[in-house]
């Protein structure tokens, strides 16, 4: 951060209620005066303020001193939240009193100009003083922000004859300044010889607000060192400072920063002078060649520029131009070519400018290309011809080498691709930023339309997705109705197939076993003879005659014959109640008391 030092506040009276005067905090901190920075940092170091601004005015000392016995002088020093106590002889200058009392703050890497002033004697202050600080910033920071504001700075090139009116922003350094100065008159910094800034202007570092220029616009001239460079003792002894700046430490035009030697300004030097271009010719790969031009760029301007896309023109098309019309954003082509005056200060101050890089990563996909090779250049247009039409490419051969580097801003619409601006290289930061917001509102007027759309297309779709879902279910219902209904058929199916089989079973069984029962005995025959009467579930009687020899075997076996196997029902007497089932079937007639004749019923078995 660099910051001048603003007037002294010094209080002149001794104070009835303490050893530091009658002054409260609201003083030091009263509000500061409403002129624009530039005029206040000068009068800080370069002038006197007038009687009437609170801060202290030194009185001019006569022609005769008359000499006088010094006297310890007690400040009490005030910085922003910080105070120290300095006791100093009358006869030291204000500027060692400065000197200690911002050491700690230049400790600190501020820049704060002292006030050059002849002895403290002259001032007449009292042996007890209460003394303010404030910087540049802190002191205009409540009336307007720095960084808001430009000067216009209009720069005569005295060799060339040529004037360039130049927009800074008011935190620009004076060595930023002459980089750029550099770029375009081709005089590397150690060899610039200015006129023009003022007696403020002492160090580069400073930025122009506490510079002491005139705002809104200042007049300079720069030439060609063709002298040594004038003393420090000389340059205070001049009005108008002719500043050299000193080549000593740091030589500004090799700075890794900017990445440009005296050889390579705006492509004013030849191409053999060049470290490396930004784009190899004839690269195979689109990726490839972007890659190398973003560490290129980078390595020349900075890391502070737009995210280039990665990727053929085609890709970064699809990228902006075919997602949710709510993903879409407008695509920047930039077009750099080396030869054109105007790139290097169009890709320092536009691209790499913090409000720039900051709007085209929200908004746009930036993709970049360089045309100062021929083939690279012609590769350019087939690629333009192929997605944007033959009339982008015939308005890109139009313009001529000094006219680059070129802003494209692309919008994608329904059927074809159209561009909105076609920004040139002889542009400010303000203008550029008008020019892409004008785009932008193009762009989302034409974006709230698609959205619409989309939206209506989407709940189209969505209705009949639903519709469609709808009918799938019920075609889904009818299908698992109609399965259970023949599931169920076919079970009956099934269930009649294995009872018709269990029947014919039964009834083979039944057939096999009267077959086998022998036959029925006659009472003729003289043998005993045993006659049965059988009741069945029904209601029905079956009777037979059996030898009274017979096995219950036959007996059970003729029940079986008449549909009533011994496994499903159990064969009973009268009186006394006898399950004849659970009687051995080897046992005969008779000795089961069956003889000669019995009344016995059939009953289902539990």
């Known amino acids: ?164 009116n130049l927009n800074f922003p008011a935190s620009k350094t004076i060595q930023e300044v002459k980089r750029n100065i550099s770029d375009l008159t081709n005089i590397p910094v150690r060899h610039q010889q200015w006129d023009g800034w003022p007696a403020s202007a002492s160090d580069d570092s400073m930025t122009l607000a506490s510079s002491g220029i005139s705002y809104p616009c200042h007049h300079l001239t720069v030439c060609r060192r063709s002298s040594p460079a004038l003393t420090v003792d000389q340059t205070d002894e001049c009005t108008d400072v002719h500043m050299v700046s000193d080549s000593e430490g740091e030589d500004l035009e090799d700075a890794p920063e900017f990445g440009v030697d005296e050889s390579e300004i705006f492509g004013m030097g030849s191409s053999s002078c060049r470290k490396s271009p930004m784009m190899p010719e004839n690269s195979e790969n689109e990726g490839d060649a972007l890659l190398h031009f973003t560490a290129e760029f980078s390595r020349r301007y900075g890391d502070c520029h737009p995210v280039f896309y990665i990727g053929s023109l085609e890709a970064a098309s699809q990228e902006a131009f075919y997602g949710k019309a709510r993903d879409r954003k407008l695509l920047a082509i930039y077009l750099h070519n080396d030869e054109s005056v105007l790139s290097n200060v169009f890709c320092s101050q536009m691209m790499c400018a913090d409000s720039i890089v900051s709007y085209l990563s929200q908004n746009f996909i930036t993709w970049a290309w360089d045309v100062t090779k021929e083939a690279n250049k012609a590769r350019l247009l087939t690629m333009c011809t192929r997605h944007f039409g033959s009339v982008v490419a015939q308005t890109i051969r139009t313009y001529k080498t000094d006219q680059f580097p070129l802003l494209l801003i692309v919008m994608g619409k329904r059927t074809s691709n159209e561009v909105l601006n076609v920004i040139q290289g002889n542009t400010t930061v303000d203008e550029l930023m008008m020019r892409l917001m004008g785009a932008m509102e193009i762009f989302t007027a034409q974006q709230q339309e698609d959205i619409k759309d989309e939206d209506e297309r989407e709940a189209r779709e969505m209705v009949k997705r639903e519709q469609d879902e709808a009918y799938r279910l019920s075609l889904e219902a009818d299908r698992k109705k109609r399965e259970a209904q023949e599931r169920e058929e076919a079970e009956q199916v099934r269930q009649e197939r294995i009872r018709k089989e269990q029947e014919e079973e039964r009834e083979a069984i039944r057939l096999s076993l009267e077959q086998a029962l022998p036959p029925e005995p006659k009472e003729e025959g003289g043998e005993p003879i045993s006659k049965l009467r059988i009741r069945t579930p029904s209601g029905k009687f079956l009777e037979r005659q059996f030898l009274g020899s017979c096995k219950l075997q036959v007996l059970f076996d003729f029940v079986a014959s008449k549909g009533y196997p011994s496994d499903e029902f159990k064969l009973l007497t009268t009186f006394p109640r006898r399950n004849i089932t659970q009687i051995d079937p080897a046992w005969s007639l008779v000795e089961a008391k069956l003889f000669p004749q019995e009344t016995l019923f059939l009953e289902a078995k539990e």
């Open 1 to 164: 951060m660099v910051s001048a030092l603003a007037p002294f506040n010094f209080s002149s009276e001794a104070s009835q209620t303490g050893p530091y005067g009658p002054h409260s905090q609201s003083e030091a901190t009263a509000p500061a005066p409403s002129a624009p920075p530039s005029s206040a940092s000068a009068s800080a170091s370069s002038s006197p303020p007038s009687s009437s601004s609170p801060a202290f005015c030194p009185v001019q000392p006569s022609r005769h001193i008359v000499e006088r016995q010094s006297r310890m002088l007690s400040f009490r020093v005030e910085y922003r939240q910080r105070s120290t106590d300095v006791v100093l002889e009358d006869a030291s200058t204000v500027g060692e009193h400065t000197r200690l009392c911002v050491r700690e703050i230049r400790a600190r890497g501020w820049y704060v100009s002292v006030l050059r002033v002849s002895e403290m004697a002259d001032l007449s202050l009292n042996e007890t003083n209460l003394l303010f600080i404030y910087t540049v910033v802190y002191f205009f920071s409540a009336q307007q922000g720095l960084s808001s504001q430009n000067y216009l700075l209009v720069i005569s090139h005295r060799e060339a004859q040529r004037d360039y």
